[in-house]
């Protein structure tokens, strides 16, 4: 039987379910094609992927001055490409669309279906990438083709360009190259890039969707302990292990402190507002309340129930990985973790390892920085010609939820155009669940109502951009 699509939501009331469009039925087997092609830095390549969408794109009429291939020797399989469609006026400036190919690895072994291969199964899309973020890289894809395919021609110049190395920092991020040095390629007024949409209750009703405005910088430090080491046979105390447990254990129970901006402030009123439960007035109260009242910390403390709102409150801190110890018989000379944080808008990078490094209070552990994954975040303004065009669309495909500015916990490719300015927004389209769809983690999915409507909203949302 033929997939389920969804032409509009309203606030996630149950629709009936109709045979796909043609065109659906073609974006299905491009987003399947994404899907089950490998892109993960560890075990795939962007590369081959990008080679696909070459071809795609050749089918729909581009040619070689239209497509622009990109890469760097020593990282031959983490190439991208910027593919460009003219628009009529010269004086309105371009849009850009971005996207990463690249993912996070997924074992087979861990997943409950084959994480490179698209399933549907109960409205959702499984699959590794099927949310971050194949399903819009096949929408912006698929609009390009289409545009050039039908001979659509619209005011602004509009660029797409796909890049691999978002996912590891250790990776060559093409975003990155292009913006320092390409930047003539990728020149545009504004981007569109992921991290905005919208969020469910969990039970299908959407509550808001998001304009991603601004997000957070990563950062990630190592905190080590070192020993002399010695016989396993005449253990000590002083152990490089203990002390590392010891230095992870007071770092899980710290919090850094509450912050706003002026996005997460309008988010937590409005997404609140439009909630209607104890979460949602907690949140009211967060964004109105005088901060230190005994309101605002019983309002704090409900709304940190809530992982991705705890996270929208402040920097977070989480250790990711762990070594230690060189032999089953020896004492350790050497433990470390990997501490991965989402740093707020305005904190230094330092000033975040100075807290580590007094959280810890132990003169025996060192607190460094290992890398610079780019400038920090700087939030673009919340322009009205980006977020008037997104409310009505967002009035028009889901009747009654509100378009609200919101700022990501995580962090986008954005942060390197918004460095060279050009301003990088996340618009509404799609939606999620309170999980997250287990992005990054085991059994990753879209839900298929979301992105058939992500789809038509999106479409709708960038001819109107690039007609004016």
């Avoid at 622009?68 to 020797?73: G, K, L, M, S, Y």
């Avoid at 940190?304 to 060189?326: E, P």
Wanted: net charge negative; aromatic share 6%; charged share 20%.
């Amino acid at each position: 039987m033929v997939a389920t699509a969804l032409a509009g939501l309203g606030g996630g009331a149950a629709q009936a379910q109709t045979a796909l469009r043609p065109d659906q039925v073609e974006f299905r087997a491009l987003y399947k094609q994404l899907v089950e092609t490998d892109s993960s830095i560890t075990t795939g390549s962007c590369t081959v992927l990008a080679d696909k969408v070459e071809h795609h794109l050749r089918a729909a009429g581009y040619g070689d001055a239209d497509i622009t291939r990109f890469a760097v020797p020593d990282h031959p399989a983490e190439g991208g490409l910027v593919v460009i469609l003219p628009g009529t006026s010269k004086v309105l400036r371009p849009i850009l669309l971005l996207g990463h190919l690249d993912v996070v690895v997924a074992r087979r072994q861990d997943w409950v279906r084959d994480p490179y291969t698209l399933i549907e199964e109960d409205g959702k899309f499984y699959g590794r990438g099927a949310s971050d973020m194949k399903a819009m890289d096949a929408i912006w894809i698929d609009l390009m083709s289409r545009l050039k395919r039908d001979g659509t021609q619209l005011k602004r110049t509009l660029k797409l360009a796909l890049t691999c190395g978002e996912e590891t920092s250790t990776a060559f991020n093409g975003a990155q190259w292009l913006a320092e040095h390409r930047r003539d390629l990728i020149d545009a007024e504004f981007a569109l890039n992921e991290g905005g949409g919208g969020r469910t209750d969990g039970k299908g009703k959407v509550l808001t969707e998001t304009l991603h405005v601004g997000e957070k910088t990563p950062v990630n430090y190592r905190i080590e302990a070192t020993n002399a080491g010695g016989h396993s046979s005449i253990p000590i105390r002083d152990n490089a292990i203990y002390e590392l447990a010891d230095a992870l254990g007071k770092l899980r129970n710290w919090e850094f402190p509450l912050q706003m901006t002026d996005t997460t402030r309008a988010f937590f009123a409005k997404a609140g507002a439009a909630r209607g439960d104890d979460l949602g007035r907690a949140m009211v109260t967060l964004a109105t309340a005088t901060p230190g009242s005994a309101e605002f910390v019983a309002a704090e403390a409900l709304v940190n129930t809530d992982r991705s709102y705890h996270a929208m409150l402040r920097t977070t801190c989480v250790a990711t990985l762990l070594d230690g110890g060189h032999a089953n018989n020896a004492l350790p000379q050497r433990a470390g973790a990997n501490i991965n944080c989402r740093i707020f808008p305005g904190v230094s990078g330092e000033a975040v390892r100075l807290a580590l490094q007094t959280v810890i209070a132990d003169t025996r552990m060192t607190v460094v920085r290992t890398d610079n994954r780019g400038p920090d975040a700087v939030p673009p303004p919340l322009d009205p010609k980006v977020l008037g065009p997104a409310e009505k669309l967002v009035a028009k495909y889901y009747p009654g939820v509100p378009l609200v500015p919101a700022m990501s916990a995580g962090a986008t490719d954005g942060v390197y155009l918004e460095a060279v300015g050009i301003p990088s927004y996340g618009p509404p389209g799609t939606y999620s669940n309170p999980d997250g769809n287990g992005a990054h983690g085991l059994n990753e999915y879209a839900i298929v109502k979301a992105v058939y409507t992500g789809r038509d909203l999106l479409n709708e949302l960038v001819r109107e951009y690039a007609s004016h």
